[in-house]
T-cell receptor
């Protein structure tokens, strides 16, 4: 699977927006960009995904660069419950060899700390 | 909202013993996965399963590991002879469809396996 690069950690204050960056310069044309998060002592949880266009859902927004070599997960108003490890994962497409059967390859992710 | 469940939440075993970790995926899902996370480390893919057979497995998934879908609802991971290094959180996940879609993987809460 294509590699992603994320900062090890970020901090935010409650009620403020958070922009979590991810670099994926070797992304292939058919790779989807997925974001998952893992709250303390829980299993990973889907946040959002996109291919080329920016995406919004009830949890977050995903801004994808025009060349698709980077993306940013946006939490519009961070809450204490958003404190988690956030993972940017590329999935599917030629970079996975065409036969990945959908496995997720997790990196170290970004540890987000939210201050009250 | 449908969810993946796992039992037990915590399993303690002696080295060399067999353990079976159980998962109930979301009912209409067809693709199943096991991941593990050693304390302080990243989430690692173990195996994917579809149509009653293994689709893909990682290097970690050696002959000591096996998976089974014994009935229409359960999905199990068996470790035949546990080692100290098998101590980890084990997460089950499922998706409705598999590659090459961008389907969301739904994760269970995990089973903490402690090998003494």
């Amino acid at each position: 699977d294509a590699k992603t690069t994320q900062p090890n950690s970020m901090e935010s204050n409650e009620e403020e927006p958070v922009h979590l960056p991810c670099n994926h310069s070797t992304i292939s044309g058919t790779d989807y960009i997925h974001w998952y998060r893992q709250l303390p002592s829980q299993g990973p949880e889907y946040v959002i995904h996109g291919l080329t266009s920016n995406v919004n859902n009830r949890m977050a927004s995903l801004a994808i660069a025009e060349d698709r070599k980077s993306s940013t997960l946006i939490l519009h108003r961070a809450t204490l419950r958003d404190a988690a490890v956030y993972y940017c994962i590329l999935r599917g497409g030629a970079s996975a060899g065409g036969t990945s059967y959908g496995k997720l390859t997790f990196g170290q992710g970004t540890i987000l700390t939210v201050h009250p | 909202e449908p969810e993946v469940t796992q039992t037990p939440s915590h399993q303690v075993t002696q080295m060399g013993q067999e353990v079976i970790l159980r998962c109930v995926p979301i009912s209409n899902h067809l693709y199943f996965y096991w991941y593990r996370q050693i304390l302080g480390q990243k989430v690692e893919f173990l195996v994917s399963f579809y149509n009653n057979e293994i689709s893909e497995k990682s290097e970690i998934f050696d002959d000591q590991f096996s998976v089974e879908r014994p009935d229409g609802s359960n999905f199990t991971l068996k470790i035949r002879s546990t080692k100290l290094e098998d101590s980890a959180m084990y997460f089950c996940a499922s998706t409705e469809r598999g590659y090459p879609t961008a389907d969301t993987q739904y994760f269970g809460p995990g089973t903490r396996l402690t090998v003494l």
